[in-house]
């Protein structure tokens, strides 16, 4: 029982904006370990080899990097819980940047300081990469970015993390791998060293890279520095043996910061490695624009939060330039730490600020840190972030890549490695261009095709013009066209249309519905109008339906638009008029039946023999002016006149030729040559546009053998067209002897 006047208050409840801050500072803290572990390893890969005795500068600058590049961020970024910092890719293009000068700088002048051109480099470096970046975005140019091709972006980060796996190995043996340094690899302590940098980095594989705990990363760190000493109490290796033999590093002295702004260094840089230097600064500023934006789009995916691409290239870039102006290098937002940072329960901009606070802790902490931990530690991790990153662009990339471009991805990484990153870059541009033409000009550019039996205008017609449409509806086909027409796609399209014209004769009209398609090159521009002259030869008339205006600038470039090509908006419409085309046409042509089968009917007293001889006649279409037959050709046919006017042409004085004769519609002629078989005497030729039968000496044999009857018939109806001629000719003549 509860006594009644006992009373219970209520447990005090957290103030919501001290919890918020509170889990921001505990996910700014989780993200400042890896901060701070990838820092120490940056720092050893970048002032590595001859800098190594300038290397608490190099932590100087990695920090003060980490410190300016977190503040910005947090403080202006649109995801206010992202962290930023130096990143792998972006360390590993500096530190070849730094090299190159380095060894450019040796190979010229080997008394000049070292130390003031570096830290130089490093500032104008990033300086320039945050204007670039900040141009990007005021621009709003930086998606262009997103239009490089994948094998290209793939191969140029997958380059970055073979040579972190490269630098790493000049952090543990102090030599970089390359045929003329081979010899000090022969020796067994190195051979060890690198043996348990990879046993380190088989360790972090199995175990970090598995669970991605906050803490994970430092406890595994720590204890491989446990193991690395107990392993030399064990084997009776004091500390200093261990640093004479190389397993641990030099302590380096009190990190000092110094800006590289100082007229007498400037005085002294060896400007005359500035272009070799330039294409190193490229890659720096392509690599961090990269970074940037695939890091930002991985955050959004990650948290299903938006971000502002070009606030976040212009925050990105101002970071850049304060860290270049305190002697830093480049860096952009974080995908682990920031998403680390939002796991832990950071949501606000305190954390990046945490971030800061921390990495600044670490210029006073760092160099005595530094001392005891051994090589293969810190070369294990770098071995690990270079191993990682060629496992998802040369192993992981291969399941989302066709082989095409799988290999070019591979060949960019071996020419960034033998040659360098401007080379790379355009040797990948122009294989990525290459590969995606050549795949482009795989994909077809019909999406489908059909004709008029199939597929009709929405107008409703009566059963005649369907039946009309359903025997003849062959005359029409279509062709929906899609994607980008350029010369491997168009020129594919014509091979089509050709074997199209050549599968379906009766074609006269060919529909391209470019409705899908998405543009029109020059190239493509030359293979329509080869369509063009195969269809003209045919007598197909063309019809470009949705046609935009500039696909249509392109195609009246080439004098492909014209006669034989005509341009309706759409599809609908454009099947309604060549309907009304081939209705028109067959009734038409129904009617010139009925008439000719009337005029054969009067001719030879019988329907059926009508019939027989329509039967045995070709139809011929001439225009005016056009020759039907010349004089001295062989007399192998005659000729019924259905529609229009021929006139009979001799020859006159002075090249010309003159009209004896003309005639119109429902007469004949050539019957005297048919029968007698002698060459023409005179040229006929149109005067009009004319409708002829044609009725040959092949058929007419064929009559005279297969239907006595209607053969008889028509060479009494020639002996009465000749009589009737006879006469007039007579009457003619008794006119001129008045």
Known sequence: MTDPAITFSPAPRFNPAL????????????????????????????????????????????????????????????????????DSSTAAVTGILVASLVERIEATSPSVPLLSPVLITLGLSTVLTGLVLCGLGLTRLGRAIRYVPYPVVGGFLGATGLLIALGAIRVITNHPLQLATLPYFANATTLL???????????????????????????????????????????????????????TFQPPPQAVFMLPWHTEDFARYPWFVVPDLIGNVVAVIFVTACCTLFNTTGIEVAVHREANLERELNVTGIANILSGLL????????????ILNYSSGG????????????????????????????????????????????????????????????????????????????????????????????????????????????YRSSLDRSRDDQEVLLAHGGSIQGLN?????????????????????????????????????TGVDSSAAYSFAQIKRSAHDLGVELILVHLSA?????????????????????????????????????????????SLHDWFARILDSEDDADRLIHRCQRIEVEAGEIIVQAGDPADSMHFILEGR????????????????????????????????????????????????????????????????LSHKLLTYFVSVMAERLTFANRTIAVLRR
């Open 646 to 709: 021929v006139g009979i042409m001799v020859p006159a004085d002075e090249d010309r030729t003159t009209r004896v004769r003309s005639l119109g519609r429902y007469t004949t002629i050539g019957e005297m040559g048919l029968v007698s078989n002698t060459p023409r005497s005179a040229t006929i030729q149109a005067e009009v546009e004319s409708v002829l039968y044609v009725l040959n000496t092949h058929q007419f044999d064929e009559i005279r053998e297969e239907d006595p009857a």
């Open 193 to 247: 060293e690198l043996g348990a940098a990879c046993a380190m980095a088989l360790v972090l594989y199995l175990t970090w890279h598995r669970s991605r705990s906050p803490f994970g990363l430092p406890i595994i760190l720590v204890g491989g520095v446990l193991t690395a000493h107990l392993a030399f109490w064990i084997t009776g290796v004091s500390f200093d043996s261990a640093r004479t033999l190389g397993w």
């Open 327 to 338: 002697g830093g290098y480049p860096g952009c937002s974080s995908i682990s730490r920031s």
């Open 347 to 454: 949501r606000g901009r305190l954390s990046g600020l945490t971030v800061a606070a921390l990495s600044l802790v670490m210029l006073a902490v760092a160099p005595e840190l530094l001392g005891f931990i051994p090589k293969f530690v810190i070369g294990g991790l770098l071995l690990y972030l270079g191993a990682d990153q060629l496992h998802r662009w040369i192993i992981e990339s291969r399941k989302r890549l066709s082989t095409l471009e799988y290999l070019s991805l591979i060949a960019i990484i071996a020419i960034i490695v033998t040659w360098g990153f401007v080379p790379g870059i355009l040797i990948g541009v122009i294989i990525g261009c290459a590969t995606f033409a050549f795949s482009a000009a795989r994909v077809e550019s019909i999406k489908y095709s059909f004709d008029g039996s199939e």
């Open 19 to 86: 919890k918020r801050a509170l889990n921001d500072i505990m996910g700014g803290s989780a993200a400042s370990i890896l901060t701070v572990t990838f820092g120490l390893s940056y720092s050893l890969l970048i002032f590595a080899g001859p800098l190594s005795p300038y290397l608490s500068y190099g932590i100087t600058a990695t920090f003060v990097s980490s410190a300016v590049l977190a503040i910005v961020v947090a403080l202006c970024s649109s995801l206010p819980f992202a962290v930023a910092a130096p």
């Open 550 to 594: 500039a696909a249509e600038k392109v195609l009246r470039s080439s004098d492909f638009v014209g006669e034989g090509v005509t341009i309706i908006p759409e599809l609908d419409r454009a099947l309604e008029w060549c309907e009304n085309e081939i209705i028109s046409l067959h009734q038409g042509l129904v009617q010139e039946e009925a």
């Open 481 to 517: 066209l899609q994607s980008y027409l350029f010369f491997g796609s168009a020129n594919r399209l014509y091979q089509h249309v050709k074997q199209l014209l050549q599968e379906r004769p009766e074609c006269r009209y060919l529909l391209f519905d470019f409705k899908l398609v």
